[in-house]
């Protein structure tokens, strides 16, 4: 999931080669200096390269990719750039701000949970509830920040830096920048036990190979998780596919054409889609049921990137595969 995006200018320059690339500087908004080993990606995806000792960077960037360049190094804020397919030349420089040392947030009320208690609630939650997510492991668990808040039934959680997730069920190390968090609990009326009612969460993120060669198993296992999922719904939708890769509609427990209670405008790359009903019911493969519901219209890039990620809401099959079961954005875009 992919908001809070800053846009400036970018510039998009061609090789000889025909590559398009990415190019520029990176310096420190304090004196100057040029910064070495600064990160830089494209959000979602495997696309990615360091600055040289000389500040400077060389980025491939891919056909149709939507996705904000994001530029961060320990110790500074991060950049978020869009808007990088205007000009022919080099990237204007980027200067990155020294990160000040942040309070923690000031709550009103006490926290009754332990951090414990928090810190599980918020594994079970980000990485899933399945076996697959037992072999997940988020390298740097202390830089989270949780709050548990009693009176709106809620857990939150933030930090400074990004996460460091290794995932050895689908071959991935997985920088994740995480930009909110929130846990929405309700009580039962009968007993007064408290239950999940809804988990949302949003950042960006870095995938890298766990391995220098990728084993045949990750390859399986990516390939499972991809079937099925919401990537691949999003891209079958705008493709119009959704019929020959596995999926049906139902509206109102009747199976519906496929595209009926969809709008679609296609305006280059982009499909903009808008739900005509209040929520359509999801049958893949004629055995995993998913729902979908919009509360507004959303765009899908030829990524299958949904912006923007609170328009949806997914249930049932789709909504249980977390953090586990993601996958970069350009996956199946380029040669395993």
């Known amino acids: 999931m992919h908001i809070f995006l800053f846009f400036t200018g970018l510039i998009c320059c061609v090789t000889a080669s025909g590559q398009k690339h990415l190019s520029g500087y990176v310096y420190s908004a304090k004196d100057s200096t040029v910064l070495e080993a600064v990160s830089i990606y494209f959000d979602g995806t495997t ?33 978020y750039i869009n808007n990088y397919l ?9 200067y990155l701000e020294e990160m000040t040392e942040q309070l923690d947030q000031v ?14 609630v918020f594994m079970l939650e980000f990485l899933g509830h399945s076996q697959e997510a037992l072999k997940c492991k988020i390298r740097n668990p202390e830089v989270l920040k949780l709050h548990y808040s009693p009176s709106q039934l809620k857990l939150t959680a933030w930090a400074n830096e990004p996460l460091i997730i290794e995932n050895k069920y689908m071959g991935y190390t997985v920088d994740y920048t995480l930009s909110d968090f929130h846990v929405n609990y309700e009580k039962s009326l ?20 766990l391995k220098k060669k990728t084993r045949k198993k990750y390859i399986k296992n ?40 969809f709008e679609f405008r296609k305006v280059q790359d982009k499909t903009y889609v808008k739900l005509l009903v209040d929520k359509l019911s999801i049958l893949y493969d004629n055995d995993e049921q998913s729902a979908i519901q919009t509360n507004q219209p959303f765009m899908i890039d030829a990524f299958g990137n949904h912006t923007p990620p609170n328009a949806i809401i997914m249930g049932g099959a789709m909504s249980t595969r977390r953090f586990a079961f993601m996958l970069p954005l350009d996956y199946k875009l380029l040669p395993e």
């Not at 079937?227 to 691949?232: E, P, Q, V």
Request: glycine share 8%.
């Open 107 to 120: 709550f009103l009320e006490t926290d009754p949970w332990t951090r414990e208690r928090k810190l599980k």
């Open 190 to 209: 009968n007993s007064g036990m408290q239950f999940v009612n809804m988990v949302y969460y949003e950042g960006f993120n870095f995938y890298q190979e």
């Open 222 to 261: 990516r390939e499972n998780s991809y079937s099925g999922s919401t990537l691949h719904f999003m891209r079958s939708l705008a493709q119009k596919k959704l019929h020959e890769n596995g999926f049906r509609i139902f509206y109102d427990k009747f199976e519906a054409p496929p595209y009926l209670h």
């Open 47 to 79: 696309i990615g390269t360091i600055t040289n000792q000389n500040g400077h960077y060389s980025i491939p960037i891919q056909e149709g990719i939507k996705s904000p360049l994001v530029l961060t190094m320990m110790g500074y804020s991060p950049v």
């Open 86 to 94: 205007n000009t022919d030349g080099k990237m204007p420089p980027v």
